[in-house]
């Protein structure tokens, strides 16, 4: 089935450790990518998003991914992450631009002070 | 920016009453409007995608009589939940794409059924 796959489901790191977050999708053709933050207690935020252009994406916060065509990727890094950056972090696709927003199933960061 | 509001943000109502959440986009035209529910610590999950003056499309496990979504106008979207029962508890959220193709989501509805 197509989907939308978030491999690590709870990461937990020390601050000023670096992060990078796998997902990859299933769908062919077009496909509209993007991450979202949802910090507790809080509604979705978007991070960043990719469209086309540049497959290196810069997002707020200091969040970039990463845009592989050929793996089906778009991994989410920041090079040192912060206690703030605490949150569930959400992959989600636009399957051959259809506009609806599929979500992996996220995944849970928790950074250590 | 884009701003959603969703109201109410936390409901309790009675088993067999029904519940209705509004969904606005407060500052710009939302074409299309999408409603997802989450169940804790899991993904949001997409119920159905609703157009301005059209009949919504449902996903398929969603049942379109029980959870009744109107798209009166560009900026205004709601789903009723119908006959609420304890498993209809959950958090729902509501997304509006404007004409920028940008998705802004709304702060979200937690129901509890009792």
């Known amino acids: 089935a197509q989907s939308v796959s978030q491999h690590n489901h709870h990461v937990i790191l020390s601050e000023a450790a670096s992060l990078e977050l796998g997902c990859n999708y299933s769908?062919?053709?077009?496909?509209?990518l993007f991450w979202y933050v949802q910090y507790p207690g809080q509604h979705l935020q978007l991070l960043l998003k990719?469209?086309?252009?540049?497959?290196l994406v810069k997002g707020i916060k200091g969040f970039e991914a990463e845009f592989i065509k050929s793996k089906f990727s778009f991994n989410l890094r920041k090079p040192s992450v912060q206690w703030s950056d605490t949150a569930e972090y959400f992959c989600?696709?636009?399957?051959?631009?259809?506009?609806?927003?599929?979500f992996g199933k996220g995944t849970r960061l928790h950074i250590l002070p | 920016g884009a701003v959603v509001s969703q109201h109410p943000s936390w409901v309790i109502c009675k088993s067999g009453t029904s519940v209705k959440i509004e969904c606005r986009s407060l500052?710009?035209?939302?074409?299309?409007m999408f409603w997802y529910r989450q169940f804790p610590k899991q993904s949001l999950m997409l119920m159905a995608t609703?157009?301005?003056?059209?009949?919504?499309?449902?996903e398929q496990g969603v049942e379109k009589d029980k959870f009744l979504i109107n798209h009166a106008s560009l900026t205004l979207s709601t789903l009723t939940v119908t006959s609420a029962h304890p498993e209809d508890s959950s958090f729902y959220i509501c997304s509006c794409r404007g004409a920028n193709y940008g998705y802004t989501f709304g702060s979200g509805t937690r129901l509890t059924v009792v």
């Open positions: 500052d710009f035209q939302a074409t299309t």
């Open positions: 989600a696709v636009t399957p051959n631009r259809d506009d609806k927003i599929i």
């Open positions: 769908y062919g053709g077009t496909v509209n």
């Open positions: 990719y469209f086309s252009g540049d497959p």
């Open positions: 609703s157009n301005e003056g059209s009949k919504a499309t449902y």
